[in-house]
């Protein structure tokens, strides 16, 4: 099964920018200063670290020659020769839920941001006035220089805008949910495939029908309209000539795209319905946006959605839609919505029940794929110490070699937290990141960020980790006077990082300091080697869904290492303060 944080991984993913419409005519045309630079956003929610493309030959994939840009904490990006094409945005983390960012959208060069609604107007060449008309926005809105998400003095510049474009979100996601996980555990190329193929089944839609509206002025969703794209989604995936989907269709094929689209349909629509009419409740859009109960509760009844089947799923789909709302409902006001969670899944095991199905829908919400950290326990310089003790400060020896040697996490499998690639085999390609910050306002920071590191899990279950020859190490220093440096480190130590007894994964320090001082003597690095006092420290893994031992997400974080041309790393991770003695 799939869980959206889980795909990340986290996940590395795509987001596009789309082209603005034409103006009126002139009898003197001065001719255009063709731009130096191109700078734009990306937003479904701000996304940090998400890697931009210039994709010159509209391919979607990053090709020799191409070029590529990191967008900065606040979505912020910029190509410093300016880029005449389409954008790709891939990857990252949503600053606003936290959540990694799994979607797949494109535009044309000219746009200021990057949006989910952006996409639409790429491949079918639809005008701006038709994408506002379809999603209920104003005549006269320009999709390609909208904002949803800016503010002025923290309030929301366009609140309807934002509504409208998470509610857009969520249909294309939680489609794409329930198709991956119809599909089986899929690659992050495959889930990214999934994404825009449901995409172009918005986009269809819109096509099909050019005087209706997804969501109408009055935030209304159309659930007409939601049943053409989940039903279209699933045909496009099913007949897709994409390379990383052959594995995915051949099982898609299988389903009856209707029969998907009667039992999911009614839930998609009632939670985007909530999101076009709710201001700005990021705890119930983060709570919508990582919940799995109706791409698990499909996948559960998949005898069902075969096309032999003729058991009628009005009253399993109209449960799953009650128990979607409830699941999600918990997450901002969990007393009032427990014994509203119960009601509505005992209601969807009884609708099972009566078309033949046995479900326990009460696992529906739960994640499925993701790595615990075992015990809630960390390990600095050889210590253990709880996530707890680690929030509130720790005190920690410096070790021989650096002040932090040695950063450890413990970690247990549940499902399956590593797809398995096109081999067969369960391996994923992540980023890395340490930074140690001191409390007190002597600006004495320490960032360090590995760009490729290799995480396998084999068949007992045991992860083993290295970094390649091939990766690059981004190290940047700042001393208490102010002084910095930057360092890039090639053919790294493959034991930086490393899995080992207990699934540990345990990022080395003090061999990378060891290396530093093999390869450059420098002055502000060697000064920052064994940092002492107060300080708080960061770990990020990108891609990997990391959770504490229950299952609670940990918090999502990003090390942007300073810099020009230096890499972002998002993900979730551990953060705290040490005190180093």
Request: hydrophobic residues 45%; contains cysteine; aromatic residues 4%.
């Given at each position: 099964?799939?869980?959206?944080?889980?795909?990340?991984?986290?996940?590395?993913?795509?987001?596009?920018?789309?082209?603005?419409?034409?103006?009126?005519?002139?009898?003197?045309?001065?001719?255009?200063?063709?731009?130096?630079?191109?700078?734009?956003?990306?937003?479904?929610?701000?996304?940090?670290?998400?890697?931009?493309?210039?994709?010159?030959?509209?391919?979607?994939?990053?090709?020799?020659?191409?070029?590529?840009?990191?967008?900065?904490?606040?979505?912020?990006?910029?190509?410093?020769?300016?880029?005449?094409?389409?954008?790709?945005?891939?990857?990252?983390?949503?600053?606003?839920?936290?959540?990694?960012?799994?979607?797949?959208?494109?535009?044309?060069?000219?746009?200021?941001?990057?949006?989910?609604?952006?996409?639409?107007?790429?491949?079918?060449?639809?005008?701006?006035?038709?994408?506002?008309?379809?999603?209920?926005?104003?005549?006269?809105?320009?999709?390609?220089?909208?904002?949803?998400?800016?503010?002025?003095?923290?309030?929301?510049?366009?609140?309807?805008?934002?509504?409208?474009?998470?509610?857009?979100?969520?249909?294309?996601?939680?489609?794409?949910?329930?198709?991956?996980?119809?599909?089986?555990?899929?690659?992050?190329?495959?889930?990214?495939?999934?994404?825009?193929?449901?995409?172009?089944?918005?986009?269809?839609?819109?096509?099909?029908?050019?005087?209706?509206?997804?969501?109408?002025?009055?935030?209304?969703?159309?659930?007409?309209l939601v049943n053409n794209v989940v039903q279209q989604s699933?045909?496009?995936?099913?007949?897709?000539?994409?390379?990383?989907?052959?594995?995915?269709?051949?099982?898609?094929?299988?389903?009856?795209?209707?029969?998907?689209?009667?039992?999911?349909?009614?839930?998609?629509?009632?939670?985007?319905?909530?999101?076009?009419?709710?201001?700005?409740?990021?705890?119930?859009?983060?709570?919508?946006?990582?919940?799995?109960?109706?791409?698990?509760?499909?996948?559960?009844?998949?005898?069902?959605?075969?096309?032999?089947?003729?058991?009628?799923?009005?009253?399993?789909?109209?449960?799953?839609?009650?128990?979607?709302?409830?699941?999600?409902?918990?997450?901002?006001?969990?007393?009032?919505?427990?014994?509203?969670?119960?009601?509505?899944?005992?209601?969807?095991?009884?609708?099972?029940?009566?078309?033949?199905?046995?479900?326990?829908?009460?696992?529906?919400?739960?994640?499925?794929?993701?790595?615990?950290?075992?015990?809630?326990?960390?390990?600095?310089?050889?210590?253990?110490?709880?996530?707890?003790?680690?929030?509130?400060?720790?005190?920690?020896?410096?070790?021989?070699?650096?002040?932090?040697?040695?950063?450890?996490?413990?970690?247990?499998?549940?499902?399956?937290?590593?797809?398995?690639?096109?081999?067969?085999?369960?391996?994923?390609?992540?980023?890395?990141?340490?930074?140690?910050?001191?409390?007190?306002?002597?600006?004495?920071?320490?960032?360090?960020?590995?760009?490729?590191?290799?995480?396998?899990?084999?068949?007992?279950?045991?992860?083993?980790?290295?970094?390649?020859?091939?990766a690059k190490i981004y190290v940047f220093g700042q001393t208490?006077?102010?002084?910095?440096?930057?360092?890039?480190?090639?053919?790294?130590?493959?034991?930086?990082?490393?899995?080992?007894?207990?699934?540990?994964?345990?990022?080395?320090?003090?061999?990378?300091?060891?290396?530093?001082?093999?390869?450059?003597?420098?002055?502000?690095?060697?000064?920052?080697?064994?940092?002492?006092?107060?300080?708080?420290?960061?770990?990020?893994?990108?891609?990997?869904?990391?959770?504490?031992?229950?299952?609670?997400?940990?918090?999502?974080?990003?090390?942007?290492?300073?810099?020009?041309?230096?890499?972002?790393v998002s993900g979730e991770g551990v953060q705290g303060i040490?005190?180093?003695?």
């Amino acid at each position: 099964m799939i869980d959206k944080k889980n795909t990340l991984l986290s996940v590395a993913v795509a987001l596009a920018l789309a082209a603005c419409g034409g103006g009126g005519g002139s009898t003197s045309t001065p001719t255009p200063t063709a731009a130096s630079t191109t700078s734009g956003k990306a937003v479904d929610g701000y996304l940090s670290g998400s890697a931009v493309l210039c994709d010159t030959n509209k391919n979607g994939v990053a090709d020799t020659g191409e070029a590529v840009v990191l967008t900065d904490a606040q979505g912020n990006f910029t190509f410093t020769t300016a880029c005449a094409s389409n954008i790709v945005v891939s990857g990252g983390t949503n600053i606003d839920t936290g959540l990694p960012f799994t979607g797949v959208l494109k535009t044309t060069a000219g746009s200021t941001v990057a949006t989910p609604i952006t996409s639409l107007m790429v491949d079918a060449g639809l005008t701006n006035a038709q994408v506002a008309a379809f999603l209920g926005l104003p005549v006269g809105t320009d999709p390609t220089k909208l904002d949803p998400s800016a503010t002025t003095n923290g309030v929301l510049n366009n609140p309807d805008a934002l509504k409208r474009t998470l509610a857009l979100q969520q249909i294309i996601q939680q489609t794409t949910n329930t198709i991956a996980t119809l599909g089986g555990n899929t690659t992050v190329a495959a889930l990214q495939a999934i994404y825009l193929n449901v995409v172009k089944a918005v986009t269809a839609a819109l096509v099909a029908n050019p005087t209706a509206s997804l969501i109408d002025a009055s935030g209304n969703v159309s659930s007409g309209l939601v049943n053409n794209v989940v039903q279209q989604s699933v045909t496009n995936v099913a007949t897709s000539s994409d390379p990383t989907l052959v594995n995915v269709k051949t099982i898609v094929a299988t389903f009856s795209p209707s029969r998907i689209a009667a039992v999911a349909t009614a839930a998609i629509t009632a939670e985007a319905q909530t999101l076009a009419t709710t201001t700005n409740s990021l705890t119930l859009t983060k709570a919508m946006q990582s919940d799995n109960t109706i791409a698990n509760a499909v996948n559960a009844v998949g005898p069902l959605m075969l096309p032999t089947n003729t058991q009628p799923l009005t009253t399993f789909a109209s449960a799953l839609s009650g128990l979607a709302s409830a699941n999600t409902t918990i997450y901002v006001s969990p007393q009032a919505a427990l014994a509203a969670e119960t009601a509505a899944a005992n209601s969807l095991n009884s609708a099972a029940s009566a078309v033949g199905q046995t479900v326990d829908a009460t696992k529906f919400s739960a994640p499925t794929n993701y790595l615990a950290i075992t015990n809630d326990q960390i390990a600095i310089n050889g210590t253990t110490y709880t996530l707890t003790q680690l929030t509130s400060g720790v005190i920690v020896t410096s070790a021989k070699v650096a002040s932090v040697d040695t950063f450890a996490l413990p970690l247990s499998i549940n499902g399956t937290p590593i797809p398995a690639n096109a081999n067969g085999i369960k391996t994923a390609t992540i980023k890395v990141a340490l930074e140690l910050k001191d409390t007190a306002a002597t600006n004495r920071l320490l960032q360090v960020a590995i760009d490729t590191v290799t995480v396998t899990l084999n068949a007992n279950g045991q992860l083993s980790a290295s970094v390649p020859a091939s990766a690059k190490i981004y190290v940047f220093g700042q001393t208490s006077s102010g002084v910095t440096a930057n360092l890039t480190l090639s053919n790294p130590a493959a034991t930086l990082v490393t899995a080992g007894a207990n699934n540990t994964i345990s990022f080395n320090m003090g061999g990378l300091f060891s290396q530093i001082a093999s390869t450059t003597q420098n002055a502000v690095l060697t000064d920052l080697q064994n940092l002492k006092g107060n300080l708080n420290v960061k770990f990020v893994m990108s891609t990997l869904d990391l959770r504490t031992s229950n299952g609670t997400p940990t918090p999502a974080a990003s090390i942007l290492v300073t810099g020009a041309g230096q890499p972002a790393v998002s993900g979730e991770g551990v953060q705290g303060i040490v005190t180093v003695q």
